[in-house]
């Protein structure tokens, strides 16, 4: 079996994922993993999947495009790369960001900035933005994974300057704890 990566887009409707995981079944493929969320009203799904080595990309690609296109679903699949030793993340720890405040353009890419200028991975990421001053409003939650030998004091110094200067309030926690604290 080979990995491939198959990212689904589209207008969000009842049966996207079912009619996925159908095609994937009677092509014999077997889903390692799935990502899928919804963002306003379109659909976002990948899908990590190993493929008989006789099924073709093209006739993956086929089956999947005939099956999605009239639900108006767009299909793009490409094999998974091998990973290789030398970029493997270094040893890590899990932590979550936290960014609230007033909506402007140009937040994400002030905090991720600094998150990658101290080799920090955004493993996932939530910003939901509605828009005006209101703090509450806008807050962007973002995993990351910090290398052990990372410098927390400079790291959280870095952010919270950025912080200040776009009006944000900040936190970071070990994931640990934020799931703790933040448990319903």
Not at 12 to 28: C, H, K, N, S, W
Not at 119 to 140: E, W
């Amino acid at each position: 079996m080979k990995k491939m990566i198959i990212s689904v887009l589209g207008k969000d409707r009842p049966g996207i994922i079912a009619a996925v995981t159908r095609i994937l079944f009677e092509q014999d493929c077997n889903i390692e993993n799935v990502s899928q969320t919804i963002l306003q009203n379109e659909f976002s799904g990948i899908f990590i999947v190993s493929v008989p080595k006789a099924l073709s990309e093209s006739d993956l690609h086929g089956h999947l495009d005939d099956g999605l296109s009239p639900m108006g679903l767009h299909v793009f699949e490409k094999p998974l790369s091998d990973t290789d030793a030398s970029t493997m993340a270094a040893d890590s720890e899990p932590f979550v960001v936290v960014t609230k405040g007033p909506d402007r353009k140009g937040l994400v890419a002030a905090i991720t900035a600094i998150l990658a200028g101290h080799r920090v991975n955004v493993t996932n990421l939530q910003a939901v933005f509605k828009g005006g001053d209101d703090p509450n409003a806008n807050i962007m939650i973002y995993e990351v994974d910090i290398p052990t030998d990372t410098s927390h004091q400079a790291l959280r110094r870095d952010l919270r300057e950025k912080a200040l200067e776009l009006s944000l309030d900040l936190s970071i926690q070990h994931k640990l704890i934020f799931e703790a604290i933040n448990r319903v």
